[in-house]
């Protein structure tokens, strides 16, 4: 139950600082603008529009993230981010490997035992 909660609290706070990073420069333009402060730095507007569109790629990194890691407990030898791609292309499930390690994997990313003659 305490890692449960855990987990709980670290999701809810990438989710919560994720929204927070890409929504700051655009709050700190609005709040510039009710100010009267109408010309603000170009950097700003260039990281605003740089990050704004990423919200969606931090929520399926976020969103993925347990069960990506379930995903490598289970099989160590593959990297998080061949595991990531595993994972959103099951459709953000953990997916199954199949057993015969010569058989078609789910993905490229996979690692292939190849047996020694």
């Not at 139950?1 to 989710?15: F, G, M, P, V, W």
């Amino acid at each position: 139950l305490r890692l449960h909660r855990r987990e709980t609290i670290i999701q809810a706070s990438l989710y919560i600082g994720s929204f927070l990073l890409t929504n700051l420069f655009s709050l700190i333009i609005v709040i510039c603008s009710l100010m009267g402060i109408y010309e603000r730095p170009i950097a700003l507007s260039y990281i605003m529009s740089f990050l704004y569109p990423l919200i969606g790629f931090f929520n399926i990194l976020i969103y993925c993230r347990p069960k990506v890691q379930w995903f490598r407990l289970t099989h160590p030898e593959i990297s998080w981010l061949q595991s990531f791609f595993l994972v959103v292309k099951a459709g953000g499930e953990v997916p199954s490997l199949p057993t015969d390690p010569n058989a078609s994997h789910l993905c490229c990313f996979c690692p292939r035992q190849v047996e020694a003659d």
